[in-house]
């Protein structure tokens, strides 16, 4: 004769759950609340972020990072690409003015520019990169396959136009 076992009351209606399904939700349970208080508590976007209009926080990012990598400015006695000549604002303005296309490929290309490290091992962002680590890396893509080349081309242009077109750089160059 089998024994039938009772539930408690508070327990009723709960005999189909199995283990797994109790830890599976409690496991996402505990993620969406940790996700939840990390928004609410979390980090606050500094104020400097905030100011740019038409690039995105992590767009914002890549560019700063790269403009450290190609404008070493300090070390020739030019004005700095990234306190003095607001460099990262002027890329800002300037895809303002393109047209939507354009701009969503040039995220598109920064978004593969910043990703790039992850899918070749390195398990970092270019943004999160050691200074002659990124150096490296900017290095290898100018060497790498076409579409590599090519992105690269078109944000080293983007940055530098930027830098230079700035009246603060004219006078380190010799021009009035």
């Known amino acids: 004769m089998v024994q039938k076992t009772t539930t408690p009351a508070f327990m009723a209606g709960l005999e189909p759950l199995s283990r797994r399904s109790v830890l599976r939700g409690l496991a996402v349970s505990g993620m969406a609340v940790t996700a939840g208080c990390s928004r609410l508590f979390g980090r606050k976007d500094a104020p400097e972020a905030l100011e740019y209009k038409y690039l995105s926080?992590?767009?914002?990012?890549?560019?700063?990072?790269?403009?450290?990598?190609?404008?070493?400015?300090?070390?020739?006695?030019?004005?700095?690409?990234?306190?003095?000549?607001p460099t990262v604002k002027n890329v800002d303005a300037m895809v303002g003015q393109m047209p939507p296309q354009t701009r969503q490929l040039l995220g598109l290309a920064l978004w593969v520019f910043e990703s790039r490290p992850m899918m070749s091992f390195?398990?970092?962002?270019?943004?999160?990169?050691?200074q002659d680590k990124a150096t490296e890396y900017v290095l290898a893509m100018q060497e790498g396959a076409f579409f590599e080349r090519g992105i690269t081309s078109t944000l080293k242009t983007l940055i530098t136009v930027n830098y230079w077109r700035d009246s603060r750089t004219w006078p380190a160059r010799g021009f009035s």
């Not at 390195?122 to 050691?130: A, N």
């Open 57 to 85: 926080q992590d767009e914002v990012r890549t560019v700063t990072a790269l403009t450290g990598v190609l404008l070493p400015t300090e070390k020739y006695g030019m004005p700095s690409a990234l306190d003095t000549v």
């Open 122 to 130: 390195k398990f970092s962002r270019f943004s999160k990169l050691e």
